[in-house]
């Protein structure tokens, strides 16, 4: 199901709701069929007659795994040649159960060939000795954030987002973050190669715990444009710009330019994945689940730009959690919404249009068509609250909102899950103030232009754009904020919804602090590494506790002043890359050393000689071995490591351009599997070996590319293991006071 909804039973051993044990269930025997599922989604008329058993049939069969490659990376052309020369020939033969595996093909809608899909259940895939190459390239590609695995419907809603390098973006729903990954590759692939995008994503989750998954999300891809926050979104705060010199009435709220509200649902069209929909579903989930999917969606709908994008979606297939919420929510807001026509996007993908029309089923089984036929005893007093929004809009009024427009996914149509979208573009500002006013004083409201727009100059400093207000309603919206501030206002509209209802918890780490490289333990490491000049100088930041720091993050310009506007109101749970963590290492020149995940940040800034170039000998030796001695590695490699003091970090870049192997002798060794990407790997120079300081994702990957080894994932529960892998293949030398035993020991 969509998470973050009503809770389910697990159907195994766990209770039922009149307390007593379920018995245990297999998963294979789970039931795959609803009685009130079928009659409700009949009565529908999603699709003709036959074509409802299919798509009935399809829900029923297990889902294909699909991936994605991660496109902003310059790793994106290698790990394509790695599907096509490697991959796609490690199983060509392969039959499981007799028969012939489906080799991974790409999505044909998808752009460029970055999505991929095959269908080989998730269990063979782990347990055959004959796809073990292919599982170890899914598992440490994606640890490592070259690639990422998504269910293919899911990938469409960040797709038709159209997210800019320069955009201002917030996905409102963002955990575990599969579409976030894809919203902050968009910003990089439109920015140059290279160089740091200059918008933002603010990945923000209701629920804390599943907030801590967005961080590992962030850490994989490695961007400093995120930031993750966790608030309700229908309560998301304002940010407000910087105060006006012309008085409080001109104090803009910071808006957004794309927004993405893919919505806590039922998921009822996941029941390829999430077998235990079957169990339990019933209509009443959707009806409980409607006005909070009403209430983000209007909150997002305030949140953005006039001109700005906002989607959204569902993996639910019913009407009650779609269409009812885009019609009604646009109907709300006069003509400020209109949904976008895309149906000539992605041309590949078959879809359907939204619904016009659907059904409302009561407790005893009988659909309705408007709530005119629904007695009081026939739903519970709450779904009666708010009958009326669960039904179409007059049809006239379905007609101008253009519902048609709306997508629908069905899981038969190509062998997916299902999926419901909706594109709404913000044509004017949402006059919710004079609304609010004209109520309150009697007066019919005469202007329409009193929302705020802010425009983040990304390049610069975030300013407040000009802001149409008569004096009247400027007036009561000075009010107004201010009793938002206080946290006291219950006007009930989306947009003055008070920040975080009291009982949500309070952030457990310490709030990050901005470090200045001019003075304290930043100018230590920066003198000692010799960063240069050009570095950015205000985009480094840390979590101090007892007024000490156990790692720098580094985030981009437009980070640092969306979080600084943002100060105390935005719960900030993560931000920025790790770029160096303390490492306890007893007289080392610097008490912090590189991380891996924040090396290709830092290489452009860091001193000449911590950049060893070096070539594939030398490389094949620092992956065989585990801390070799400098004696191991080329007189050339041994001069340039020498050259920087003991026990410190350096950069081991191993460039394939540079190495070509064009007019090599034909034994000359060459990595296991072509490459036309540099590998920047964090080193640390002991007194006498060198040793690898990567966390095991990155080793794993490193020698499955590099040396053609696949490491068996029961070997890497620690570091310490994954260096035994590397040890069946040389003896280990005698370390020298490496920080981590060879891994990076990052968090
Ligand atoms: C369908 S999932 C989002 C999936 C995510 N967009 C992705 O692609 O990985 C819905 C998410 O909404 C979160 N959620 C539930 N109620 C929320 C609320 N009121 N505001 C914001 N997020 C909420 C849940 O914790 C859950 O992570």
């Avoid at 780490?509 to 205000?538: C, H, M, W």
């Avoid at 594939?616 to 071995?625: I, P, T, Y």
């Amino acid at each position: 199901m969509g998470r973050g909804g009503n809770r389910r039973s697990r159907g195994r051993g766990g209770k039922s709701s009149n307390g007593e044990r379920k018995p245990y269930v297999k998963y294979e025997e789970l039931p795959r069929d609803n009685e009130a599922f079928r009659k409700y989604y009949a009565a529908q008329q999603l699709v003709g007659e036959e074509e409802f058993s299919e798509m009935v049939e399809t829900m029923r069969m297990a889902l294909p795994t699909s991936f994605r490659i991660t496109g902003s990376r310059k790793q994106a052309t290698d790990i394509h040649e790695q599907i096509m020369t490697e991959l796609i020939p490690s199983i060509k033969d392969v039959s499981i159960e007799g028969a012939e595996t489906e080799a991974p093909h790409p999505l044909e809608w998808y752009p460029n060939e970055l999505a991929w899909q095959f269908s080989i259940p998730r269990f063979v895939l782990k347990r055959s000795p004959e796809l073990s190459r292919f599982h170890a390239f899914l598992v440490t590609e994606t640890e490592v954030g070259n690639i990422s695995r998504q269910e293919a419907v899911s990938m469409v809603p960040p797709l038709l987002l159209d997210v800019h390098g320069d955009h201002l973006v917030l996905d409102m729903c963002a955990a575990p973050g599969s579409k976030t990954a894809q919203l902050v590759e968009a910003l990089q692939a439109d920015t140059d190669t290279g160089a740091t995008p200059r918008g933002v994503v603010v990945a923000n989750d209701a629920d804390y715990k599943r907030a801590c998954m967005l961080v590992h999300q962030m850490n994989r891809l490695n961007s400093p444009n995120v930031i993750v926050t966790n608030h309700s979104g229908e309560h998301f705060p304002n940010i407000y710009a910087p105060a006006s010199k012309e008085g409080p009435q001109t104090r803009a709220i910071v808006q957004f330019d794309r927004i993405l509200c893919d919505v806590p649902c039922t998921g009822d069209g996941t029941t390829r994945k999430n077998v235990r929909v079957w169990e339990t579903w019933k209509p009443e989930d959707a009806y409980g689940l409607n006005p909070l999917q009403s209430r983000i969606l209007q909150r997002a709908a305030y949140l953005l730009k006039t001109g700005g994008r906002l989607v959204y979606s569902t993996c639910s297939l019913n009407p009650v959690e779609n269409e009812a919420v885009v019609a009604h929510v646009l109907d709300k807001f006069g003509g400020a919404l209109k949904l976008v026509d895309v149906s000539t996007q992605l041309p590949a993908l078959k879809r359907r249009p939204g619904l016009h029309t659907w059904k409302i089923m009561t407790r005893d089984g009988v659909n309705h068509d408007s709530p005119a036929s629904v007695k009081p005893g026939d739903v519970s007093r709450s779904v009666r609250r708010n009958l009326e929004s669960f039904f179409p809009l007059a049809p006239a009024r379905m007609e101008q909102l253009q519902i048609e427009r709306c997508m629908r996914i069905y899981p038969h149509l190509q062998n997916t899950g299902g999926f419901f979208i909706a594109v709404i573009e913000k044509v004017a500002p949402i006059s919710v103030v004079e609304k609010r006013v004209a109520a309150e004083t009697e007066q019919p409201a005469t202007d329409s232009s009193a929302c705020l727009e802010v425009k983040v100059d990304t390049g610069g400093e975030i300013e407040s754009a000009s802001e149409v207000d008569n004096s009247q309603v400027a007036a009561k919206r000075a009010k107004l904020d201010e009793a938002q501030d206080s946290e006291k206002s219950d006007v009930g509209l989306a947009s003055y919804q008070p920040d975080r209802p009291r009982d949500e918890p309070v952030l457990r780490e310490s709030p990050f602090v901005f470090l200045d490289p001019a003075e304290g333990e930043l100018k230590t490491i920066f003198d000692f590494y010799g960063i240069k000049d050009n570095v950015p100088q205000r985009g480094f930041l840390s979590r101090i506790e007892n007024e000490r720091f156990r790692s720098v993050y580094y985030v981009a310009d437009s980070v640092r002043q969306l979080m600084e506007l943002g100060g105390q109101r935005l719960r900030v749970v993560n931000t920025g890359i790790r770029v160096f963590g303390r490492n306890c290492v007893k007289d080392a020149g610097c008490e912090f050393r590189l991380v891996c995940e924040g090396v290709s940040q830092l290489m452009p800034y860091l001193a000449d000689k911590y950049i060893v170039d070096v070539a594939f000998r030398d490389l094949k030796v620092l992956l065989e071995s585990v801390n070799p001695l400098f004696t191991e590695l080329s007189e050339e490699c041994q001069t340039r490591i020498k050259a920087v003091e003991p026990l410190s970090s350096i950069v081991v870049c191993y460039d394939p351009t540079k190495h070509s192997l064009a007019g090599a002798a034909p034994d000359e060794e060459k990595p296991h599997v072509r490459l036309t990407a540099m590998l920047a790997i964090p080193c640390w120079r002991g007194h006498a070996s060198l040793s690898v300081h990567v966390d095991k994702a990155q080793l794993s990957s490193l020698i499955r590319r590099v040396l053609g080894h696949v490491v068996d994932r029961k070997d890497t529960g620690s570091s310490q293991l994954a260096n035994n892998i590397r040890s069946q293949v040389k003896t280990p030398a005698a370390d020298t006071g490496s920080p981590a035993s060879g891994a990076d020991g990052s968090s």
